[in-house]
Nanobody, 116 residues
Framework: QVQLVESGGGLVQAGVSLRLACAAS????????MGWYRQAPGKQRELVAT???????KYADSVKGRFTISRDNAKNTVYLQMNSLRAEDTAIYYC??????????WGRGTQVTVSS
């Protein structure tokens, strides 16, 4: 079992930066992939970024060059540095932990609202 707790969301103006953090507890495996997803009102949940324990990252095209995902394996924490925020980044951001064969855990989410 894995528990994920997100923090760092808030209401900000367009153009500023925000950093999200996700603290994981429980059994975290070296094969697990940590990631951030988001869901805007009326839209499906979508991938934002993922990172493996070895540091390999993947980003949605919409956030490439603006967002950076990082991971502290010793602290079981994953971060999402979000720069140059836009109104369209407004969403609930969810932390996710996935691994074989069927490990898939979600946090409760943290709201990010960007005013233009």
């Amino acid at each position: 079992q894995v528990q994920l707790v997100e923090s760092g969301g808030g209401l900000v103006q367009a153009g500023v930066s925000l950093r999200l953090a996700c603290a994981a507890s429980g059994i975290i495996l070296i094969t697990d992939v940590m990631g951030w997803y988001r869901q805007a009102p009326g839209k499906q949940r979508e991938l934002v970024a993922t990172i493996t324990s070895g540091g390999t990252t993947k980003y949605a095209d919409s956030v490439k060059g603006r967002f950076t995902i990082s991971r502290d394996n010793a602290k079981n924490t994953v971060y999402l540095q979000m720069n140059s925020l836009r109104a369209e980044d407004t969403a609930i951001y969810y932390c996710n932990n996935q691994g074989p064969p069927s490990r898939n855990y979600w946090g409760r989410g943290t709201q990010v609202t960007v005013s233009s």
